[in-house]
């Protein structure tokens, strides 16, 4: 597995987050694993929902993912297997509801003192064309005055920035 970089503006303990994706038969299977033991969750979200709007407020590993440039879909997962997915048109100012999901699944659980799960994405709920799959794996971890963020792919901005496409990365085979 990979590990991911830490943003500089980082000011969280910093954690070890691993990170793998392939392409398999019609999906983009994308593994993680964060070491960490404090965890930043809350149960006001529900399971088994992708509308968990301000998830990415507590602990979450995130997938952003395309085709080719322009719309890109954005999947989180926390520990407590909450869910937030969005197409994004135009970051920051347009966005879509996604409203098939196809056969894709997403887990996110406490295991063995980690945060890991998996994204198993159906190829054809990924916007663009093409045979090749790009994006960018993250997560946003820690409570919000002691927040840490962690990318494949890191903007070099003050801020840290994930709504990124032209930082996006092939994800077909991140070992």
Not at 28 to 35: A, E, S, T, Y
Not at 40 to 57: A, I
Not at 147 to 172: G, I, Q, V
Request: proline content about 4%; hydrophobic content about 40%; glycine content about 6%.
């Amino acid at each position: 597995m990979k590990k991911l970089s830490c943003h500089p503006s980082s000011v969280g303990p910093q954690r070890e987050v691993f990170v793998s994706s392939k392409l398999e038969n019609q999906f983009l299977v994308v593994h993680f694993i964060v070491k960490t033991e404090t965890y930043n969750t809350s149960d006001k979200f529900v399971v088994d929902s992708y509308q968990n709007f301000g998830l990415w407020e507590f602990d979450v590993f995130e997938v952003f993912v395309q085709k080719c440039s322009g719309a890109y879909i954005e999947l989180q997962v926390s520990p407590l297997n909450q869910w937030f997915a969005l197409k994004i048109i135009k970051p920051r100012t347009q966005t879509e509801e996604i409203v098939d999901f196809g056969k894709t699944r997403v887990n996110g659980s406490l295991k063995n003192g980690a945060f890991q799960g998996e994204f198993i994405i159906d190829l054809a709920i990924i916007p663009g064309n093409g045979h090749w799959v790009y994006g960018n794996l993250c997560a946003c971890l820690g409570s919000k005055d002691h927040r840490s963020f962690y990318a494949l792919s890191l903007n070099e901005e003050k801020s840290p920035d994930f709504h990124r496409p032209d930082l996006f990365l092939n994800l077909d085979d991140i070992k």
